[in-house]
C-alpha cells in the first residue's frame, strides 16, 4: 500500500506549531528543513481532519498584518520509495552511555548494547529529539527505581520498550492504538530477540498499574490528557518519562502531573524538544 507524503511550506516561526498538529493527527514521521515540512502518514490514513485544520491555518495566516501563505503538496509514496528514503538518513547512532541505534543493514560494533529497528512503518527511530531524551533519561533513572515493571505508552517501533529489556525489566508492556504500529514493534522486538516485551494494541484503560517506570513519547496535549492516568499506574518511588513537548508548553504539562501527585525530577532539552522525568513519592 503506497503513502501519503505531504509537503508544506510555511513560514519558518510556525513549524513547531505545525508538527504538532502533524504529530497529533498520526504522521509517521517528518522531516523538517527551513520553511518546509515533508510528513508521511499511512495509506489507509483518513488526511480529510487534517486537511480542514490545514485550511483553517491557512485562513489565519492569511488575514495576518503581513499575509502569508501555506502550500500543501500531496503525493503517493510507493513502498519501496519510502523504505528507501528512511535508508538513506538512517545511520547508527550512539545514544547516552550504553545504547547504538542502528538498523537492520548494519553491523553492531563495539561494547554498546545494539538497539535493532526496521525503520519502515512507524514512528521512533532514534533519530528524533524525542526518542533520544526518552532513552538518556531512562538509562538516567532505571537504578533508582524497583526495576520491575515497565509501560511504554504510544509504543511506535518498540524501541524504548526494547531498550526496557535491555535495561534488566524482566516485565515490558507496549501499548499503542495505531495496529501498524503494533505490527513494527512485534517485528522490531524480534529482531532484538527481546522475549519479556508484551505489545497490545488499545489504550491505558487496558493496562493495571503499579509501574516502576512509564515511558510516554507523545505531544503535550495528549499528555495533559493522560497526565492523571499516568500518574495512577505509577508505583511510588517509580519514574515517568514524558516526551514529545515543544519548549514553551511543559510548564502546563508540569502543572497538570503535579495536579495528579507527582513531582518533577528534571527538564531535559534537546534542540526545541523538552522531555521531563517526574516521580512519585512515597
Not at 1 to 23: D, F, K, N
Not at 136 to 144: K, P, S
Amino acid at each position: 500500500m503506497p503513502y501519503h507524503q505531504l509537503t508544506i511550506t510555511l513560514p519558518a516561526s510556525l513549524q513547531e506549531h505545525l508538527i504538532g498538529i502533524l504529530m497529533r493527527h498520526r504522521s509517521l514521521g517528518v522531516i523538517e528543513d527551513v520553511g518546509r515540512v515533508t510528513a508521511f502518514f499511512s495509506g489507509a490514513a483518513d488526511l480529510a481532519p487534517l486537511m480542514r485544520e490545514l485550511e483553517i491555518v491557512e485562513t489565519l495566516l492569511e488575514r495576518m498584518t503581513s499575509p502569508a501563505r501555506l502550500g500543501i503538496e500531496h503525493a503517493e509514496v510507493p513502498d519501496q520509495d519510502w523504505n528507501e528514503s528512511w535508508k538513506r538518513g538512517f545511520l547508527p547512532i550512539e545514544i547516552g552511555e550504553r545504547f547504538l541505534v542502528l538498523p537492520t543493514w548494519e553491523s553492531a560494533a563495539g561494547d554498546r548494547t545494539p538497539l535493532v529497528i526496521d525503520p519502515g512503518q512507524a514512528f521512533g527511530t532514534g533519530h528524533h529529539e524525542t526518542t533520544r531524551s526518552c532513552l538518556v533519561l531512562m538509562e538516567r533513572y532505571v537504578d533508582r527505581t524497583a526495576r520491575e515493571r515497565f509501560l511504554d505508552v504510544g509504543t511506535g517501533t518498540g524501541l524504548l520498550a526494547i531498550a526496557a529489556d535491555k535495561l534488566g525489566f524482566p516485565d515490558v508492556e507496549g501499548i499503542d492504538t495505531d495496529p501498524l504500529a503494533i505490527a513494527a514493534a512485534k517485528e522490531n522486538a524480534a529482531l532484538n530477540r527481546t522475549t519479556v516485551l508484551r505489545l497490545r494494541e488499545g489504550d491505558l484503560s487496558g493496562s493495571a498499574g503499579p509501574y516502576d517506570m512509564i515511558v510516554a513519547n507523545l505531544i503535550s496535549g495528549t499528555l495533559l490528557t493522560l497526565a492523571g492516568e499516568i500518574a495512577s499506574r505509577l508505583g511510588v518511588g517509580g519514574y515517568a518519562v514524558l516526551s514529545g513537548i515543544l519548549r514553551g508548553q511543559e510548564d502546563e504539562v508540569i502543572g497538570a502531573c503535579e495536579s495528579a501527585g507527582l513531582s518533577l525530577v528534571e527538564r531535559h532539552t534537546d534542540g526545541k524538544w523538552i522531555s521531563l522525568a517526574m516521580t512519585r513519592c512515597g
